[in-house]
């Protein structure tokens, strides 16, 4: 993240900058299974969780729809307003009860230009979702679906992002997971008792990530390169 000391970022608290400096922001708190905003809705506010999970989807021409992705607490999402993107391209649902703090989208680059260090979170911010990005096209590229499904799994539990790790992922249905790793439902279901049986997770309802997930994938990342 080249220039954003590491350091001034775990210390800072984006939600207290937020209360500080931009007025007229609105907290909304929203029910498992409701949208924040559906494709094609005006792009014209910012949106941060401060609580919960949030899944980004769209949807083509003739209905079919792909999850993109998954916010976590702490972090924005809507970002596309500040390329004054006038309409949403995708929808924003939330997986399990949220708390979201909208903020308008003259009010954030107001604050953006006045304030560097919310210009250095944000910046942060943006860089680490292309990674993320980059990541999960190499991942579809090049890894099984049952590697993704792990790296899926382990992502959600927060494994490896450098903060706490939260074995225990929200429900979630096993479609959900297949469209977010490009596979069959019937695939993922296969995968998911494959590793409950190897004492990698545990699945009832909710589902529970052992840290030996992350191993096993590391043990099958190093196997494929030796191949090469």
Do not use: W
Not at 111 to 118: C, G, I, K, Q, Y
Not at 138 to 162: C, K, P, V
Not at 184 to 194: D, E, G, L, Q, Y
């Amino acid at each position: 993240m080249g220039a954003v000391p590491s350091s001034n970022l775990a210390r800072f608290d984006p939600k207290a900058f937020l209360d500080k400096i931009c007025a007229g922001q609105k907290v909304l708190r929203v029910p498992r299974g409701q949208s924040v905003f559906v494709q094609g809705d005006p792009a014209d506010t910012l949106f941060f969780l401060q609580q919960g999970k949030i899944k980004l989807a769209v949807v083509n021409d003739v209905g079919k729809e792909a999850v993109v992705g998954i916010v976590a607490a702490g972090q924005f999402f809507g970002e596309g307003c500040l390329t004054r993107q006038a309409l949403h391209n995708g929808s924003a649902c939330a997986l399990q009860d949220c708390v979201v703090i909208a903020i308008a989208r003259n009010t954030i680059i107001t604050a953006l230009r006045r304030h560097a260090e919310l210009a250095e979170m944000f910046i942060a911010f943006l860089l680490a979702r292309i990674g993320r990005f980059e990541a999960d096209l190499i991942d579809q590229l090049f890894h099984s679906s049952e590697q993704r499904l792990a790296r899926l799994l382990l992502t959600m539990a927060n494994y490896g992002r450098g903060g706490t790790p939260q074995p225990i992922i929200p429900k979630i249905s096993q479609e959900t997971m297949a469209e977010m790793i490009g596979t069959t439902r019937s695939r993922v279901s296969h995968f998911m008792n494959k590793f409950r049986k190897a004492g990698l997770i545990e699945y009832d309802g909710e589902i529970v990530v052992y840290p030996a997930l992350l191993q096993a994938v590391l043990n099958d990342n190093l196997q494929a390169e030796q191949q090469v």
